[in-house]
């Protein structure tokens, strides 16, 4: 079975940092695009991160250019979120995904984890 496990969400302050990690089993992880998706009550699920299989390629959306940085380690079949100078309006669920295709919108993704709690509170 494909599995992703999300960790290290939690409660933070405005201004704190979090580091999300995605640990990947059942697939050939290091043949995936890797994306990052978040969704907030009553919102859509909005697209965040995403890096390429090989880890030499990231883009990360608008809202979150310069606070967010994606990562993956292949060896460890782990992908993560390092997010900085966080604001109350990141709060959300946020989850991780699999694709073999680009992988700039939810729609591309095959496999998704079942999501993390990040709170940022004011």
């Known amino acids: 079975q494909v599995q992703f496990v999300e960790s290290g969400g939690g409660l933070v302050q405005a201004g704190g940092s979090l580091r999300l990690s995605c640990a990947a089993s059942?697939?050939?992880?290091?043949?995936?695009?890797m994306g990052w998706f978040r969704q907030a009550p009553e919102k859509e699920r909005e697209f965040v991160a995403r890096?390429?299989?090989?880890?030499?390629?990231?883009y990360s959306a608008d809202s979150v250019k310069g606070r967010f940085t994606v990562s993956r380690d292949n060896a460890k079949n782990t992908v993560n979120l390092q997010m900085n100078s966080l604001k109350p309006e990141d709060t959300a669920v946020y989850s991780c995904?699999?694709?073999?295709?680009?992988?700039?919108?939810?729609?591309?993704?095959?496999?998704w984890g079942q999501g993390i709690q990040v709170t940022v509170s004011s």
């Open positions: 995904a699999a694709t073999r295709l680009l992988g700039y919108t939810a729609e591309e993704y095959n496999y």
């Open positions: 059942g697939l050939t992880f290091s043949t995936y695009n």
């Open positions: 890096i390429d299989a090989t880890g030499g390629s990231t």
